[in-house]
């Protein structure tokens, strides 16, 4: 079936730890976007990328990285930078004008 | 500026009677409009879109929503709730001009009671 993976579901932490959460489409979408949404809250936009090797700050890049190697990739590294990550992390993508279609997300937990 | 704006930030209906939850958009092109649901713990799932077609558009879940540029507004609506519409519903921009960029609402709360 065609769709967005993300993987894994749920990642743990530890303080100072680089994480890379996991995002793969077969939707041939030119566009994916990496959203983090905290608990009773909306979206919001870390990176998102058009095209591959092409990638554009969001709302909340700080202490966030992200690559577009390839088209049907586009992993998320929370870095340790990043002094509150513990949130509910959706990967999407889209073609322009098209449906947008998300992943089923991924928890990240600090311990 | 471009933006999405959701009256509601929570609705609580009974069941069997109709929905409403109400979004309002900002835009100086015509944008596509979403409507998606977020169950508990899971990602978004697309409810209905509007892309400049027919005004009133029909979604899955029995679900509605009818795009009046006059007003800006892209309110969703369902004639009867159901236990399982109980969820988290957000309004989405894609704007035009392919800037990558959604726009999302802040979401209503959808409850509803038996």
């Known amino acids: 079936d065609g769709g967005i993976t993300q993987s894994p579901k749920y990642l743990f932490r530890k303080e100072g730890q680089n994480v890379t959460l996991s995002c793969e489409q077969n939707?041939?979408?030119?566009?994916m976007y990496w959203y983090r949404q905290d608990p009773g809250q909306g979206l919001r936009l870390i990176y998102y990328?058009?095209?591959?090797?092409?990638?554009q700050k969001g709302d909340i890049a700080e202490g966030y990285s992200v690559s577009r190697e390839k088209k049907e990739s586009f992993p998320l590294t929370v870095t340790s930078a990043q002094k509150n990550p513990t949130a509910f992390y959706l990967c999407?993508?889209?073609?322009?004008?098209?449906?947008?279609?998300f992943g089923e997300g991924s928890w990240l937990t600090v311990v | 500026a471009q933006s999405v704006t959701q009256l509601d930030s929570h609705v609580s209906v009974s069941e069997g009677t109709p929905v409403l939850l109400r979004c309002n958009y900002s835009?100086?092109?015509?944008?596509?409009l979403f409507w998606y649901v977020q169950h508990p713990n899971k990602g978004l799932q697309l409810l209905l879109k509007?892309?400049?077609?027919?005004?009133l558009v029909k979604g899955i879940n029995g679900f509605e929503a009818e795009f009046k540029k006059s007003e800006t507004s892209f309110h969703l609506t369902k004639p009867s709730a159901h236990m399982s519409d109980a969820a988290e519903y957000f309004c989405?921009?894609?704007?035009?001009?392919?800037?990558?960029?959604?726009?999302f609402g802040q979401g209503t709360t959808l409850q509803v009671k038996p």
């Open positions: 939707l041939n979408h030119d566009a």
């Open positions: 835009s100086s092109y015509s944008p596509s």
């Open positions: 989405v921009v894609y704007p035009s001009g392919n800037t990558g960029k959604l726009i």
């Open positions: 999407a993508s889209s073609t322009s004008g098209n449906t947008i279609y």
């Open positions: 990328s058009q095209i591959v090797n092409d990638f």
């Open positions: 509007y892309t400049s077609a027919a005004t």
